[in-house]
Structures are given as C-alpha cells and as structure tokens.
C-alpha cells in the first residue's frame, strides 16, 4: 500500500438515484486499495475536450473489492459538472485522481464512536463506520437532511450502527429539527467518547461546539466547503483555502484539499470561513484601496 | 530525452522546452507525487514576496467557459520560508528552478533579488509585473513601459550577474511590443508571455460578482488566442529575445501553436488543475508533433510562422521504423 495518490482512467460500472442523489460506482483498483476513510477523489468532467477544467472533489463513500476494487461515490448533480457525471453510464471512462486528503484520524483503543452525516456528505461516515466496527468501536449515526429525501443512508445506519438517529428539516423523516436539537441528548444517551462529521458547513460548525460542550474531541470532513470552493483536489491551485489555528495559537490559511478535509472541529474557525481573519499569519495589515487589484 | 526538444533562452539551456507556469505547481511537492519533476523542462515556482500572504477570502476561483477566473490576492509563504522551507527542496530534488518574484514596490523587487543572489541551484528569475504599484495608486507595473521596466532594472541590478532574469507581462495593454522593449532594454533576458487578463464574472444566483477581490484573472484555453497573437507580435518585433509562452496550453499542439509564433519555451498552467501530470504530456505530445512534421529540432520550428508561405523548415528523414509500417 502506498500512501501516493494515483491517476486512474476508471470504468463506470453503475450510476444509480439513491433519494435526491446519485451514487456512482466505478472500477478503480489502484484507488481502492489506497483509500483511507475521509478521503476523496477529484474527477475530470465532461471528456476529453470539456471546457470545463475545475476537477470536482467528492468523497468516497465504500470501497469494495468487487471487480478488482471498485469506489463508490455519492453526490448531488446541481451543476452542470456533477450533472455530466450523472449522466455517465456502464463502461464509460472518467479520469479519476485519489485517494486524496488526510483521512479520518482512528481512535487506538474500541471506544464509543458518534457518526454525523448530513446530506450527500453523510456517505463518507459509512467507510469510516466498517473500519470502526472491525476495530471493535461502539458506531452510533445521526443523520439529517432538509427532508427524508436528502437524508442518505438511514437504513445501512440502523443495520450496521448500534444506534441510529435521523433528523429532518421538515419533520418528513425522524424527528424534526437540526443536528443542534438532538445531538446532545445522543451524545449523553450514548456515551460517545468521540464525535466524527461530515456534512454541511453549518452542521460540522454545531456538532464542533456541541462536542466541544461535553469536552469530546471531534473529527470533521469540510467535503462541501471543499466542493464549493476547490479547483484541482491536489494542493496546487490553493483555492480552498480556510482559518485554522494551530497548536501554536497561530491562525493559518490552510487548504480544505491537502491539509483536510478532515480537520480537528475545534481548530476550525467556522465563524471566520470565506474571510482571511485579521489576526491570520500573512493576513492584509492595512486595508487600502491601493490593493484593489491584486490577483 | 531526444536531442530533438533540447531549448536554449539566451543565457539558459534546457534540456526541453516544457515547463509550468507560476503559481500553477504549488511548492513542487504536490506534482511530484505525480510524475518526476526533473522530466520538466524546468520548474517555476508561485511568484514569491518579501512577506507572508494570506491573499484573498473565498471565493477566489470560478469556472468560465474554457476558462479560470482566479483573484487570488497572490498568497504565498514570504522570501524567508521559500528559502528555508520550499527551495532547498526543489534544488534536492535536482528539479531545474525558475523563481518568479513578485512585490508591491521597486524596492521589493530588487531586495527578493538581492535575496536570491547567493542562493545556488536558481535557474532562472522570473519578474512577475503584474502587481499593484503601491507608489503608483495601485495601477499594475506591467501597465506602464517605465514602471516595467524600473522592475526589471531593479531585479538586474540585484540579481547575479549572468543570471537570466525573465519579465512576465500582461497580455491587456494597449501595446504589448512597447512594454516587452523597456522590459529587454532594462536588462530583461528574456520575456514570459502572458499573464491572466482582467476579467469579471457575475453568479446568477446571488447577482454578485462571483469573485471576493470583483474582477480577476483569466487563465486557460480561453486566453489562448491572446497568448499566441502577444508571443507572435513580440518575436516580430525583438526576433533575437528568448520567449517562453503560456496561456491555455493544454496540448502538444497548443504547445507547437506557441513555437511557431515565437516562443523558445512553453509553460502549462491551468492545465496542471485538470491534469497534474500534464507537463511530461505535453511534452510527450509535443515531440510526437514536431516528428509528425519531420522537424528536426525545436529550435528550427520556432518562430516558423513568421516565414513567407511557401518556406521549408529543415526536414529530417522517416526514421527506419516507420519506413517498416509503411
């Protein structure tokens, strides 16, 4: 096993509607055998000739021996570029890169694991659960979503967790509200020693303070803020770049790509996301009009 | 490595003419894990400044239709980690360098240079002149001739003597072969065409620019024609200045495009977003293309497009196996 990302033109074995999203399953052993729970993979979309040039950045959700190794993603087509993706079909090529980011980090001992997922980002806890439960870690899920539609994996939840949670928006499915309404009375149910996420920004930004209340570390995946914002996946195009303070105290510009996108809850600051915080190393000191145009 | 892709840029002998393009490879290390980076012609790095830059919030890229719009607000580690920290990587690895400079005033310039002056293992200085003048209100230094070429002067001036220093200019001025002549007249080896263009984009969805920094700068495919018509009038005009082109190449023909304009040397950027192993691509590529056409050697194909219809470059013969297909 190398920890190497890889370049793969991988076959698409099935593209499936799984709720409001697509799950798409493609042959790419080189990936597979590399993967670690957390990290992602950067697709090219659109052919060969596509005037599209930004790679998408989606998780992984499972990898499977299947076939020689398969991955298998899940992603919502709400733009042009995922919505190419969905419209693959058996035996299509997709040039894949991966498995890319630092991966969820793994408890030593079999403690009493939280897994909150939300929307398509919910897929990624699963690979993270597998490798949990064969380590003999107690795997509880909350998972959310706007409505029962969006809300991914429920039913895997309840099979392979030891509990499971759901919550939606609307009340169409589980109970109704947010995350913030129902994890603390999980994490007191359960006992989590630790609590991993990933999901929306607003989500892993609650989940962090509320794990935070009850003094558990948390592990979170910023994969949307990363979709929205990454370009090339692999560290170079330095767009995804968020507030991080580290052990030192000192906030940095770190990249969503290559320094996560899993990244300790607390050491993000959620509230400073999309500025440069004016206490950040290498942040503006005065503000003029002078660096109007900077590019 | 076939003898047929060896370049020279004045002063400067690369073993291929493929290179990346600034700000587009990250340290080095990213695009190593990859493909071998001694397999570029060289390397240049993310233009470097004096301090340590955060740049700009997000949003700072956006996709355009065969393109990339990026206000990026030049982010970077500051002159005191890249020697410390990313230099000394790229010279261990043997990988040649090209550091691109970047500053907010003439002094910057010419201090990173003086920085540079000592260091072993540099290629090559890049003058990236495409920042805001902070003496000048801001307006970029590649805008003006005098204030490009007081960059320049400045860079020489601290640079070691025999170092190449190259001058990268914006393609959007009004006359690009005005500012590329105070660029050579001010000790400029060579010139790197081009930079981004100012251009804008605005997200339906929210009706605001879809940029933090408003407007930014256009790279990719899009920009080709631009690159290739700034490198041809250039050549025209100083025939004997080393240029390396950039802009959109994503091909080796794209690259070939870019020679037979004028250029002695390409760099791929926005390309490596796409593809990050698509230096030794096209390069690969491009090898395929000048033996397609039987020219011997690179140098004889550039600038070839300058030549009265008609003209002949030196061929070389089919080589014995593909005497054996046909």
Not at chain 1, 152 to 180: C, H, L, N, P, Y
Not at chain 2, 31 to 50: C, E, I, K, P
Not at chain 2, 175 to 198: E, F, H, P, Q, S
Request: hydrophobic fraction near 40%.
């Amino acid at each position: 096993m190398s920890d190497t990302p890889v370049q793969t033109s991988a076959t698409v074995l099935t593209v499936r509607q799984v709720q409001d999203y697509r799950a798409m399953t493609l042959v790419a052993p080189a990936i597979a055998e590399r993967f670690r729970p957390g990290q992602f993979v950067a697709l090219a979309v659109g052919g060969e000739h596509t005037s599209r040039l930004v790679r998408r950045c989606i998780g992984v959700h499972e990898v499977k021996s299947d076939y020689g190794g398969t991955v298998e993603l899940v992603f919502a087509d709400t733009e042009p570029g995922t919505a190419w993706l969905a419209g693959r079909r058996s035996r299509d090529q997709i040039d894949l890169v991966g498995p890319l980011g630092r991966p969820f980090r793994l408890p030593r001992d079999p403690v009493t694991c939280l897994l909150v997922g939300g929307g398509p980002g919910g897929a990624a806890v699963f690979a993270l659960a597998d490798t949990l439960l064969r380590r003999g870690c107690r795997v509880h899920f909350v998972l959310a979503g706007a409505s029962a539609r969006q809300v991914f994996g429920s039913r895997m939840a309840q099979r392979i967790g030891d509990s499971s949670a759901v919550v939606t928006e609307d009340g169409s499915m589980g109970e109704k509200g947010t995350v913030r309404d129902v994890l603390p009375r999980v994490i007191e149910e359960t006992g989590a020693d630790v609590v991993y996420g990933c999901g929306p920004t607003a989500l892993l930004r609650s989940l962090t303070q509320i794990a935070g209340d009850f003094g558990l570390p948390s592990q979170v995946s910023v994969e949307e803020f990363l979709q929205q914002t990454g370009a090339c996946g692999i560290g170079v195009c330095m767009t995804c770049m968020l507030p991080v303070h580290g052990e030192d105290g000192v906030t940095r510009m770190v990249r969503a790509c290559a320094d996560g996108p899993v990244l300790r809850g607390d050491r993000v600051r959620w509230g400073d996301l999309g500025t440069i915080p004016f206490d950040a190393l290498g942040a503006p000191r005065v503000l003029s009009v002078s660096e109007g145009g900077l590019q | 490595m076939s003898e047929r892709v060896t370049t020279t840029l004045g002063p400067l002998e690369l073993p291929n003419p493929v290179l990346t393009a600034s700000g587009c490879g990250g340290t080095g290390r990213e695009l190593a894990q990859f493909f071998d980076l001694t397999r570029l012609g060289a390397f240049v790095t993310t233009s470097v400044m004096a301090q340590a830059r955060a740049g700009r919030p997000t949003p700072r890229v956006t996709e355009t239709p065969s393109g990339l719009l990026t206000a990026m607000g030049l982010p970077g580690p500051g002159v005191e980690t890249f020697l410390e920290r990313d230099l000394p990587w790229l010279i261990e690895q043997e990988v040649r360098t090209i550091v691109s400079v970047a500053g907010s005033s003439v002094e910057e310039y010419g201090d990173l240079a003086r920085r540079l002056r000592n260091v072993p293992g540099v290629a090559a200085i890049e003058v990236n002149v495409a920042c805001p003048n902070v003496e000048d209100r801001g307006r970029m230094f590649g805008w003006h001739p005098a204030a490009a070429a007081s960059v320049v002067r400045a860079v020489r001036a601290h640079a070691r003597p025999g170092l190449p220093v190259f001058a990268k200019l914006a393609p959007d001025v009004t006359d690009i072969v005005t500012i590329a002549l105070a660029c050579v007249d001010a000790g400029a080896d060579g010139l790197t065409l081009i930079n981004t263009m100012d251009a804008m984009a605005i997200d339906p969805q929210t009706l605001r620019p879809a940029l933090t920094g408003v407007s930014g700068g256009l790279s990719g495919p899009a920009v080709r024609p631009v690159a290739v018509r700034c490198v041809y009038q250039v050549h025209a005009a100083l025939p004997t200045t080393p240029i390396i082109g950039v802009g959109g190449i994503s091909t080796g023909l794209d690259a070939l495009e870019f020679i037979l304009a004028g250029a002695s040397a390409v760099a791929v950027g926005t390309a490596l977003f796409h593809d990050p192993a698509a230096g030794p691509r096209v390069l690969r590529e491009l090898e395929e293309a000048l033996a397609a056409r039987r020219i011997g050697r690179l140098a004889d194909a550039v600038g070839l497009a300058h030549k009265p219809a008609g003209y002949v470059p030196p061929q070389v013969r089919p080589q014995e196996p593909e005497k054996e297909k046909l």
